[in-house]
T-cell receptor, first 109, second 111 residues
Framework: GQQVMQIPQYQHVQEGEDFTTYCNSS?????IQWYKQRPGGHPVFLIQ?????EVKKQKRLTFQFGEAKKNSSLHITATQTTDVGTYFC?????????FGRGTSLIVHP | EAQVTQNPRYLITVTGKKLTVTCSQN?????MSWYRQDPGLGLRQIYY???????DKGDVPEGYKVSRKEKRNFPLILESPSPNQTSLYFC??????????FGPGTRLTVL
């Protein structure tokens, strides 16, 4: 079945440093979604990418969808303590999205 | 306010005692699903439903049942809970292939 691998599992950064998490699929994805889960909270939708090579920005967050639609990345510029949490990608082509295991971001002030 | 609600939020029970976790959404979403979240394993889908009376297995359905008699409700049933079902459970709903809205989660402990 479809597998979505996400790396790294954890990332420690100093506040102000950049952060990137990567998502790779064994199969071509029709779309990819990104979610953020704060400690003790529930996943919250950030964005959906659909087109090959698509790049979208939300303030300090940049999302990319690979040309082959098999990989994606989330980059945060100049992290802040409010960025702490676990970031999940979810790839799908149906009603059965496959979630990556997430990358937990720890920001040290 | 658009939301997904789950009850109970916390539950401690014993092996074999049937339980139901309720999930309700007020957004008229067709699609609903249940996930379990375990440390290091991310979110794994248990069951999903594309509409009333239409349900299907996700990645980890063993030991669980669901029903979708009304569009807004999607209860998760554990007929004979076991300790390996101790986990954090999330219900989610969505409109077609769009963003999923997650409930606040139910932390279940089976002793």
């Amino acid at each position: 079945g479809q597998q979505v691998m996400q790396i790294p599992q954890y990332q420690h950064v100093q506040e102000g440093e950049d952060f990137t998490t990567y998502c790779n699929s064994s199969t071509t994805l029709s779309n990819i979604q990104w979610y953020k889960q704060r400690p003790g909270g529930h996943p919250v939708f950030l964005i959906q990418l659909v087109k090959s090579g698509e790049v979208k920005k939300q303030k300090r967050l940049t999302f990319q969808f690979g040309e082959a639609k098999k990989n994606s990345s989330l980059h945060i510029t100049a992290t802040q303590t409010t960025d702490v949490g676990t970031y999940f990608c979810a790839g799908g082509g149906s009603y059965i999205p496959t979630f990556g295991r997430g990358t937990s971001l720890i920001v040290h002030p | 306010e658009a939301q997904v609600t789950q009850n109970p939020r916390y539950l401690i029970t014993v092996t074999g005692k049937k339980l139901t976790v309720t999930c309700s959404q007020n957004m008229n979403h067709e699609y609903m699903s249940w996930y379990r979240q375990d440390p290091g394993l991310g979110l794994r889908q248990i069951y999903y439903s594309m509409n009333v009376e239409v349900t299907d297995k996700g990645d980890v359905p063993e030991g669980y049942k669901v029903s979708r008699k009304e569009k807004r409700n999607f209860p998760l049933i554990l007929e004979s809970p076991s300790p390996n079902q101790t986990s954090l459970y999330f219900c989610a709903s969505a409109l077609s292939y769009n963003e999923q809205f997650f409930g606040p989660g139910t932390r279940l402990t089976v002793l």
